[in-house]
Nanobody, 114 residues
Framework: VQLQASGGGLVQPGGSLRLSCAAS????????MGWYRQAPGKQRELVAT????????FYAPSVKGRFTISRDTAKNSVYLQMNSLKPEDTAVYYC????????WGQGTQVTVSS
């Protein structure tokens, strides 16, 4: 499984960004997809994840109510709509997929700053 993420950038506090991740390869085996992030000097942490076939996702408490994860199985893609962004959301965001193995995309930088 290969993952290609896009959509990061610089945004002011309170703004919005939408991340996209397209999967290719042996995608029929994917059990779920999600997003992680890693800020400088910190460990990578789960942001949101969604199980294949589910309409709802699981969110880290720090983003619940502000971020929304969605999946388009026809396009083999997962999205992360990020609203009300805060400076502490600044990080490199990584797309993730899993079956019996974890797969990672390249990171995309999200910077929230005035």
């Amino acid at each position: 499984v290969q993952l290609q993420a896009s959509g990061g950038g610089l945004v002011q506090p309170g703004g919005s960004l939408r991340l996209s991740c397209a999967a290719s390869g042996s995608i029929f085996s994917i059990n779920g997809m999600g997003w992680y992030r890693q800020a400088p000097g910190k460990q990578r942490e789960l942001v949101a994840t969604i199980v294949t076939g589910s309409l709802t996702g699981f969110y880290a408490p720090s983003v619940k109510g502000r971020f929304t994860i969605s999946r388009d199985t026809a396009k083999n893609s997962v999205y992360l709509q990020m609203n009300s962004l805060k400076p502490e959301d600044t990080a490199v965001y990584y797309c993730n997929a899993w079956d019996s193995t974890q797969y990672w995309g390249q990171g995309t930088q999200v910077t929230v700053s005035s």
